[in-house]
């Protein structure tokens, strides 16, 4: 099946500084790729949506210059969290599917930010 | 919007046991419904989805899920749980063009006790 990684699978950082999650599709294709936050037993809250070579769309609530998304290619995406503070700190898990019109997405395996 | 609704916070099941863990949608137009498992600090695993066809669909680990109009609930079920079951479980579904994210209930911890 399809696979999708993400990279690092926990930070931790120290508030003010910036980081970068990679979301990578290794076996297929994506062009619509998703990140979702998770707080503690909580649900996944979609932050936004990428399409290769779009801009990405954010959503309500969720700041554009404070989380920063690049989808360049077919198979990477990136979140980078600028000047991270404590309240930043969660669960951030990517995913991604194939074709516009796909039914499935496929979930990278998360990455645990901590901001110290 | 598309949405669904998982109203319970937690299920307990003994081993050998069926397990059923509820989800009911609320949609405009035909649901395209999942179900994912997630083990502590782990990414999401597809079980099944439905998007057309049979109101009873299988899929990973035995599970399967009724789809039912009527009731417009999509329950996830398993005849006979297993110890290593014991995850959290979410009911997903479709959001409408142009997004195609998911919705997400607020997940059903599910413990299977030995």
């Known amino acids: 099946g399809a696979v999708v990684s993400q990279h690092p699978s926990w930070v931790i950082c120290k508030s003010g500084t910036s980081v970068k999650i990679e979301c990578r599709s290794l076996?297929?294709?994506?062009?619509?790729m998703f990140w979702y936050r998770q707080f503690p037993k909580q649900s996944l809250m979609l932050m936004a949506t990428?399409?290769?070579?779009?801009?990405?769309?954010?959503e309500q609530g969720v700041e554009k210059d404070k989380f920063l998304i690049n989808h360049a290619s077919l198979t990477l995406s990136t979140l980078t969290v600028t000047s991270a503070h404590p309240e930043d700190s969660s669960f951030y898990i990517c995913s991604a599917s194939g074709e516009r019109d796909s039914y499935e997405q496929y979930f990278g395996p998360g990455t645990r930010l901590t901001v110290t | 919007a598309q949405s669904v609704a998982q109203p319970e916070d937690q299920v307990n099941v003994a081993e050998g046991n069926p397990l059923t863990v509820k989800c009911t949608y609320s949609v405009s137009g035909n649901p395209y419904l999942f179900w994912y498992v997630q083990y502590p600090n782990r990414g999401l695993q597809f079980l099944l989805k439905?998007?057309?066809?049979?109101?009873l669909v299988k899929g990973s680990y035995g599970f399967e899920a009724e789809f039912n109009k009527s009731q417009t609930s999509f329950h996830l079920k398993k005849p006979s749980a297993l110890v290593s079951d014991s995850a959290l479980y979410f009911c997903a579904v479709r959001d409408s063009p142009p997004g195609y994210a998911l919705n997400f209930g607020k997940g059903t911890s599910l413990l299977v006790t030995p």
């Open positions: 990428s399409n290769e070579g779009s801009k990405a769309t954010y």
């Open positions: 076996d297929f294709q994506a062009t619509t």
């Open positions: 439905y998007i057309t066809g049979d109101n």
